[in-house]
C-alpha cells in the first residue's frame, strides 16, 4: 500500500496532462495533431522550467514503463484478424516494401549519422508500422532512453505534419483512384491520426480504406517487438561476455526475463476479438482506455525528457526521420503502380 501511494503523484500530474492534450486536441478544426504528441510536448515544457520532484520521480517511471505496456494490451481490443487479413490481402506487398525500406534503409541512414542503434529503429517503426503506438511499443522491449522515444516521436510527427497537406495534393495530381490513395496513404502516412486526416482529405472512400490499411500494418508490431526482443537479448549476452561477469550472471540475461509479455496480452485481446467475444461497447470502450493510457505514458516520459538532452543529439535524428519517410512515401506509391493497384 505504501509503494502505490508513492506511484500517485507522477500518475496524476501524467493524467491531468492527458486530459489537458486530449482537450486541446478537441478544439483543432481538424486532426493536424493527436493528443500524444501534445501531452509528449507538454511534459517536455514543464520539465523545461520545473523538474519533476522527487515525490513525483516513482510514479513517472511506473506510467512511463508499465501504464505503456497495459495501453499497448488493451489496444489489441480494437483490432479484427478477419478485417485485417482481407485488407492485408490487397496491401500486404506493399507493407512488405515499406518495412524493408524503414528498417533496411533505416539501418544505414542511422549509422551513416550516426546515431544509436535503438534511436534510429524507434524512428524506423514509427515510420513504418504507426507512429506513436510503434515506438510506445517497441521502447520497452529494447530498454530504449526516454529521451530516444521523445525524439523518435518528434522526428515521425513532423514529417506527418506535412503528410496530411501534400498528400491529398499528389494524390489529386496523380489521377489516383479512392482504394489506391487509401492503400498509398495508409501505408506510408505514420500516426493514425494522420492517417485519418490524409485519407478523408481525399474522399470518405479514400479515408476508410486508409484507417483499415492502418489497422493491418497495426499488427506487425507484434513480430516486431518480438525480433527487436531477440536482438536486445542477445546484445546484453555479448554485453555481459566482454564484461567478464560470470556464468551465473550472464545465464539471467535471457528471452524469458527480456521478452515483452505484454505483446501476448495485445495478441490474445485481438484474437477473442475477432472471434466476437468481446461486445462492441466493451471494444470500443478498451480503445479509448487504450489511448488515454498510452497519452499519460508519452505525458510521463515528456516529464522525464530535458530539451538540452534533446539538443545534444543535433538535428541528426530529424533527418533520419525526414529521409525514411521519404523514401517509404517514394517506395510505397512505385510498388502500387508495378503491381497494377493504381
Known amino acids: 500500500m505504501k509503494n502505490f501511494k508513492k506511484l500517485i503523484p507522477g500518475f496524476m500530474i501524467s493524467l491531468i496532462i492527458a486530459i489537458i492534450a486530449k482537450w486541446l486536441e478537441s478544439l483543432l478544426p481538424i486532426h493536424l495533431i493527436g493528443a500524444s504528441v501534445i501531452a509528449l510536448f507538454i511534459g517536455m515544457l514543464l520539465n523545461h522550467f520545473r523538474k519533476p520532484s522527487e515525490t513525483m520521480m516513482p510514479g513517472l517511471k511506473f ?29 500486404l506487398i506493399v507493407m512488405l516494401f515499406t518495412l524493408l525500406t524503414c528498417f533496411g534503409g533505416g539501418y544505414f541512414i542511422g549509422k551513416s549519422l550516426g546515431l544509436n542503434w535503438k534511436l534510429s529503429n524507434l524512428i524506423s517503426a514509427g515510420t513504418g508500422i504507426c507512429g506513436g503506438s510503434a515506438i510506445a511499443a517497441i521502447a520497452p522491449a529494447i530498454d530504449a532512453e526516454d529521451n530516444d522515444i521523445a ?26 483512384s479512392d482504394m489506391a490513395y487509401g492503400l498509398w496513404a495508409g501505408t506510408a502516412v505514420n500516426d493514425t491520426s494522420s492517417v485519418v486526416a490524409a485519407g478523408y482529405a481525399f474522399s470518405e472512400a479514400a479515408g476508410d480504406f486508409a484507417t483499415m490499411v492502418k489497422l493491418t500494418r497495426t499488427l506487425s508490431i507484434i513480430p516486431t517487438v518480438i525480433i527487436f526482443a531477440l536482438i536486445e537479448v542477445n546484445r546484453k549476452k555479448k554485453a555481459a561476455f566482454a564484461s567478464g561477469n560470470t556464468i551465473n550472471e550472464k545465464a539471467r540475461i535471457n528471452i524469458y526475463t527480456l521478452f515483452p509479455w505484454f505483446i501476448l496480452g495485445f495478441l490474445a485481446l485481438a484474437i477473442v476479438n475477432s472471434l466476437g467475444l468481446i461486445p462492441a461497447f ?48 517514394i517506395v510505397a506509391i512505385v510498388v502500387e503502380y508495378c503491381i497494377g493497384i493504381v
Open 63 to 91: 506510467t512511463s514503463k508499465k501504464i505503456l505496456r497495459l495501453a499497448i494490451i488493451l489496444l489489441g481490443a480494437s483490432l479484427s484478424i478477419g478485417t485485417i487479413l482481407e485488407v492485408g490481402r490487397i496491401s
Open 151 to 176: 525524439y523518435a516521436m518528434s522526428a515521425t510527427f513532423l514529417f506527418d505534419m506535412a503528410m496530411i497537406v501534400l498528400f491529398p495534393i499528389m494524390g489529386h495530381a496523380m489521377g489516383l
Open 282 to 329: 466493451f471494444s470500443i470502450t478498451a480503445k479509448e482506455l487504450s489511448k488515454l493510457l498510452m497519452i499519460c505514458a508519452l505525458a510521463a516520459i515528456g516529464l522525464n525528457t530535458s530539451f538540452q538532452d534533446m539538443k545534444k543529439a543535433g538535428i541528426a535524428p530529424m533527418l533520419h526521420g525526414f529521409l525514411i519517410s521519404a523514401l517509404v512515401v
